[in-house]
């Protein structure tokens, strides 16, 4: 991580002037073995977090993009079949076809690429060691820093205590699993790290009876401002925003599902407003 560390430290002076949003993206895995062979998983590509970039660099932010490797990037993520899209002429041009806005793509990327920083993980343990590290860089930022955490981190875990260092061996028969919960760590976050950021988390659910009341618990539990629900089957053109004394859906129209637009853009644009009224709350530091 040192290595990132420098290079964070020096993109953060190249952007002193800008707002700052640490774009935390992807699902992080739990290894079964200290040498890894097994793990567990889950489903998340990174498209939330991905898309969401874009989004806050058209705003003008610069923009950390905490990531799981080989998840979902910005731009790119526009892109998954690219080679399906090429063809190779007799005089050995290549001709992309059916990506009418991959010029376009390209231009903001190259406009974006001083206000990018890419950060990878992998493990959940990397996950949240490396989380804490890069918001210790960004104190000093006080309320121009936007946390946004889009990344799907798992609730249950193997303790080191648990752990086998070598691969399980099925000779042994069938495989017994205790997950201990993952600690708690955004309450720290929120109160000793980063405590003059706006810090925005995600709640998803499948069942909508929840949502609303596990939202709230953790703005109870944490204390941070704002987190986005969103139920598992609808999480893609509806979500709602829950602050200490608000609950405000935000949903796609039918002529905007029609036309492409991303619910991403939407969030942004709502969290671009309120972080502009959170900084004439709290004047960043002198």
Request: charged share 25%; aromatic share 8%; glycine share 4%.
């Amino acid at each position: 991580m040192a290595e990132w560390l420098d290079r964070l430290d020096a993109f953060l002076a190249a952007n002193s002037d800008r707002l700052v949003a640490l774009v935390t993206s992807g699902g992080t895995r739990v290894p079964l073995e200290k040498n890894t062979v097994r793990f567990i998983d889950n489903f998340s590509m990174g498209t939330r977090g991905s898309v969401s970039t874009e989004y806050f660099l058209d705003k003008g932010y610069a923009v950390i993009f905490f990531h799981r490797e080989e998840s979902l990037k910005p731009f790119c993520r526009r892109f998954p079949h690219l080679f399906d899209h090429l063809s190779l002429g007799e005089d050995g041009s290549v001709t992309v076809t059916g990506y009418d806005k991959l010029a376009e793509t390209l231009q903001k990327k190259r406009d974006s690429v001083d206000r990018l920083l890419f950060i990878p993980f992998v493990d959940l343990h990397q996950y949240l060691h490396d989380l804490e590290l890069i918001c210790h860089r960004l104190n000093p930022l006080g309320p121009r820093a936007l946390i946004y955490l889009a990344a799907a981190v798992s609730d249950f875990y193997i303790s080191q205590e648990q752990i086998p260092t070598h691969k399980i061996q099925s000779a042994a028969g069938d495989l017994q699993l205790t997950l201990t919960i993952v600690p708690k760590t955004l309450h720290r976050l929120v109160n000793s790290v980063v405590p003059k950021a706006l810090v925005v988390s995600f709640k998803l659910e499948t069942d909508d009876a929840l949502l609303i009341r596990k939202a709230k618990g953790a703005i109870d539990n944490y204390g941070h401002q704002l987190v986005i629900g969103n139920i598992l089957s609808t999480r893609k053109h509806k979500v709602v925003f829950v602050t200490p004394d608000t609950v405000t859906p935000l949903e796609l129209s039918e002529d905007q599902i029609a036309k492409g637009v991303e619910i991403e853009e939407l969030i942004v644009e709502d969290l671009h407003s309120r972080h502009d009224a959170f900084l004439k709350e709290e004047p960043s530091p002198s």
